[in-house]
């Protein structure tokens, strides 16, 4: 089973910019759907975008125009860069297939976006 280890996060000030990376474990060529989720205190887990193999693109409304997701299949790696943060952005930051696999879970990276 394929693990993705999240990093990139930190404190930004609003209108700040972060990039986070997803470093799989084994091969996300044969992974149709990667995606970046989010799950902020007291919410649920939700899917703020993704991308097929082909590059295609989908974003969460709260999200696009802001955020751009990629892959790179010969690192085994998924970006997700962050511009003209706010405070709601502010969670805990995941990588996984879309749909999830539940065994694949990483431990995620916190994105705090205050002043």
């Known amino acids: 089973q394929v693990q993705f280890v999240e990093s990139g996060g930190g404190l930004v000030q609003p209108g700040g910019s972060l990039r986070l990376s997803c470093a799989a474990s084994g091969n996300i060529f044969n992974i149709y759907i990667m995606g970046w989720y989010r799950q902020a205190p007291g919410n649920q887990r939700e899917l703020v975008a993704s991308?097929?193999?082909?590059?295609?693109?989908n974003y969460a409304d709260s999200v696009k125009g802001r955020f751009t997701i990629s892959r790179d299949n010969n690192k085994n790696t998924v970006y997700l860069q962050m511009n003209s943060l706010t405070p709601e952005d502010t969670a805990v930051y995941y990588c996984?297939?879309?749909?999830?696999?539940?065994?694949?879970w990483g431990q995620g990276t916190q994105v705090t976006v205050s002043s």
């Open positions: 996984n297939a879309v749909p999830d696999r539940r065994d694949s």
């Open positions: 991308i097929r193999t082909g590059r295609f693109t």
